[in-house]
């Protein structure tokens, strides 16, 4: 058993509470001011850094879940076991954020049930309001067993055991779905999204990235857990998966540059604007740099070389899925988006949160089976002697050149980018007023209108636009702007008063118009 | 598609001589309040459903086309929106649950939301539906004086426009606007302007966007099938061969055995 004491504050665990605190501020304001106090979004800008990052990055970082158990219960490829664990429990976590975050994004998050039963087929975001509702049950069945095992519950035990390759092959197809969705969220908008990133393949790339980032991430987090707990895969493990990934990089690319050979627009991103900018920064550090780096088999077998391509790849990714929700959708928007200091406040939270359930249980689960770990040791910091991570500078130089070009290139287009970044307006529209003769040559005043005739009232009122209306320059607004509806909806003056001030009084007052006191007959007809 | 007696908008930009009416009968309509105090630098928002600008030397209308095959109410996840057969297209706000994905789906930037609200609500024009269903006009229509807005059947509306192109020899672009856009409007907006010189978004082609969507979920029930036929049949190969490998590696070791 652990023993209970404080724990130490080291440097990280600063930088987590002060995340923490701040994005419990930012939970403060956006349950009393609502989002208009708590984000910049806009009617021209309504999905932000939410949507973008905890949302669109959420889930395609948690796909190390199904591609790991795939290779390991459907592929039987039995040596990658002891990922299973942590990747499915990353997943589960992942997703479980992207639900958090997702009510913090939603207008009414208490209606957040409501697609599961106010249907619509035709939606692509009630397909993934379902799948990710089932995937993320699935992902906590397939988590299950750790926690089982924990207290001993075998009988529990066997029955997952005997319906995990039916729970696996079904998280597969769920996840297929929905990574690939989340790109069909975007396909109704072919006029609202930059061509750069829209393309009839959105879903099919959506997918493929997130299948490399199923690889990468696998890679980043047991070299993170490493760091962080002493324990650590086997690199002949990690290796093949550097391969699997470089392999989708490279079909990824093969079918990106056909589309945009198919859609004539090869040019495009070397056009001088900010979205090409931003997608050549995307293209070097996601695609570029970690293909060359993983081509490489010094690099691929170099524990922090594979630990840089992997990590390249999902940075990439991240600026891909930011690319498509907020550059891409700028310009059509007339609107320059920046996140308020309350989204990323929430957005740095709910991955400080992720970080701290994952360590809490790596700590009290058996997420990593002690005997199938090399490696292991307790969870102590590590210490200088037995830092698994080999040095950077152990490398070849062509390696560290790549990485550091990469860097050096995508910061520059991305600073140059920005510095483009303007709103476009449309076409200037012809200059000059109105000139208004043909349009009031169709000017047509309404009917006449007979009000009700009091008692003593010498005859009915008929009240004509015609003789009221100038038709050469109608101001429609200076009776119907005030006290008169549009609509007949208010009631006709209660007879007798139609003389005051708030009715034909109001201008026939003597000055404006002749006095209603004046000549009876001009307004009551008799008879 | 379209049915024939849904109802519609015909929007005549070289009729319209900016005074407001619609606009403002549009918020008596609704019981909005007043947003600025010139009616015609009102801009669309939660508070403003219709609005009628100076965009260089005309004036122009701007609300919801009310789409034949909408675009907000085929993204909306919970079917808050929906297209009704009399034309338009209508809000159930007790469904939405405010992800507003309609409002990133329309192609013309309608659906607008209520920031400051703490249980905010889409808000957009609903052309008037319960007036409608009465057998009346739409708010706006009742109030122009010129016939810039004029209320009918969609396909006498477009009889209508075609009538006035050929009336007025020279005064319009002669085209209708959301009669092929989008795979069509029940709004139509006729001009003697291209539609982008009217702030109105170009380019739009006549294949409906929610059809780009659709194609794509039509054949989710196939890599559904196909998926779990291949993932299963993976899955015995490759396990199976493990159960084949120690029925042998029994065999042998019996046999040795002996
Ligand atoms: S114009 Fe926009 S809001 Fe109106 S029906 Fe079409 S898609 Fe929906
Ligand atoms: S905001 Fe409301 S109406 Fe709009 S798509 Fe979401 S649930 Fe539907």
Request: net charge neutral; proline share 7%; hydrophobic share 45%.
């Amino acid at each position: 058993m652990p023993k209970l004491a404080l724990p130490r504050l080291t440097f990280w665990r600063g930088v987590l509470l002060a995340i923490l605190a701040a994005g419990t501020y930012a939970t403060f304001l956006r349950v009393f001011k609502g989002l208009a106090g708590s984000t910049n979004l806009t009617d021209a800008f309504p999905w932000g850094l939410w949507i973008g990052f905890d949302i669109l990055c959420g889930v395609a970082l948690a796909a190390g879940g199904f591609t790991i158990s795939a290779t390991v219960y459907i592929f039987n490829l039995e040596k990658f076991r002891p990922i299973v664990r942590p990747a499915i429990l990353t997943a589960f976590l992942g997703y479980v954020l992207v639900v958090v975050a997702l009510l913090f994004d939603l207008g009414r998050p208490w209606n957040v049930w409501h697609p599961l039963v106010m249907w619509n087929p035709h939606s692509v975001m009630f397909e993934v309001g379902w799948c990710v509702t089932l995937y993320t049950t699935v992902l906590a069945l397939e988590f299950s067993p750790v926690v089982f095992e924990r207290f001993k519950m075998t009988k529990t035990l066997h029955v997952l055991h005997v319906i995990m390759p039916i729970l696996v092959v079904l998280g597969v197809l769920l996840s297929t779905l929905h990574q690939s969705s989340l790109g069909s969220f975007y396909l109704i908008v072919p006029t609202k999204l930059h061509a750069l990133w829209y393309s009839p393949l959105l879903p099919v790339y959506f997918f493929l990235t997130a299948l490399t980032l199923g690889c990468a991430m696998t890679i980043v987090e047991s070299f993170l857990s490493n760091r962080a707990f002493g324990k650590e895969l086997d690199m002949e493990l990690l290796v093949p998966l550097g391969r699997v990934a470089l392999l989708i990089l490279g079909v990824t690319a093969v079918i990106r540059f056909a589309d945009f050979r198919h859609r004539g627009i090869l040019g495009l991103p070397f056009a001088p604007t900010y979205e090409s900018r931003l997608f050549l920064a995307e293209m070097i550090i996601g695609v570029l740099a970690p293909a060359v780096l993983l081509a490489l088999p010094k690099v691929r077998q170099h524990r922090t070389g594979l630990f840089l391509s992997a990590l390249l790849i999902v940075m990439g990714v991240v600026m891909n899925r930011l690319n498509v929700s907020i550059t891409g959708m700028e310009r059509s928007s007339g609107e320059i988006y920046v996140p308020a200091f309350t989204e990323i406040a929430i957005t740095l939270s709910v991955v400080g949160v992720g970080f701290l359930v994952f360590a809490l249980a790596v700590k009290y689960l058996p997420v990593f089976p002690e005997h199938e770990m090399k490696d292991a040791r307790p969870p102590v910091a590590p210490d200088a002697l037995h830092v698994a991570a080999q040095p950077i500078r152990s490398l070849p130089m062509p390696a560290i050149a790549v990485v550091a070009l990469a860097f050096v290139a995508a910061g520059a287009l991305g600073a140059d980018g920005v510095r483009r970044r303007e709103v476009v307006p449309g076409p200037p529209a012809p200059a000059g007023t109105p000139a208004l003769a043909a349009a009031l040559a169709s000017f047509e005043a309404p009917a006449e209108r007979t009000f009700p005739q009091a008692p003593d009232s010498p005859g009915p009122v008929s009240f004509r636009h015609a003789s009221h209306v100038d038709a050469s320059a109608p101001d429609c607004l200076s009776c119907h702007g005030n006290s008169y509806s549009f609509l007949g909806r208010t009631q006709a003056p209660p007879a007798g008063l139609m003389h005051d001030t708030k009715h034909c009084g109001g201008c026939h007052d003597g000055t404006s118009a002749f006095s209603v006191e004046d000549d009876c007959a001009a307004c009551h007809k008799s008879e | 598609m379209l049915n024939t007696t849904a109802k519609g908008l015909l929007l005549d930009t070289t009729r319209c001589i900016g005074c407001g009416a619609c606009a403002l009968a549009c918020k008596e309509r609704n019981g909005l309040p007043k947003t600025s105090d010139a009616v015609l630098e009102d801009k669309l928002s939660d508070k403003t459903f219709s609005t009628v600008n100076q965009v260089g030397n005309r004036y122009v209308r701007r609300m919801c086309m009310h789409c034949a095959t909408p675009s907000c109410a085929s993204a909306c996840p919970v079917a808050a929106l929906e297209k009704t057969a009399a034309g338009p297209v209508i809000y159930h706000e007790s469904k939405c649950m405010g992800c507003r994905y309609c409002m990133i789906a329309c192609p013309f930037g309608i659906p607008k939301y209520e920031w400051e609200k703490k249980a905010p609500l889409v808000r957009k024009c609903d052309l008037c539906a319960d007036r409608l269903a009465k057998g009346l006009k739409t708010a706006c229509a009742t109030a122009c004086p010129t016939g810039a807005t004029t209320f009918g059947d969609r396909e006498a509306l477009v009889a209508e426009a075609r009538a006035r192109f050929a009336a007025n020899p020279g005064r319009y672009r002669e085209h209708i606007y959301g009669f092929e856009e989008v795979g069509g409007t029940s709004v139509l907006l006729i001009s003697d302007a291209k539609p982008e010189e009217l702030g109105y978004p170009a380019g739009l082609d006549e294949t409906p966007p929610p059809h780009l969507t659709w194609r794509v979920l039509n054949i989710i029930p196939d890599i559904v099938m196909t998926g779990a036929v291949l993932l299963g049949g993976i899955y015995w190969i490759r396990n199976r061969r493990d159960e084949v490998d120690a029925a042998e590696g029994h065999h042998d070791a019996s046999t040795k055995g002996h």
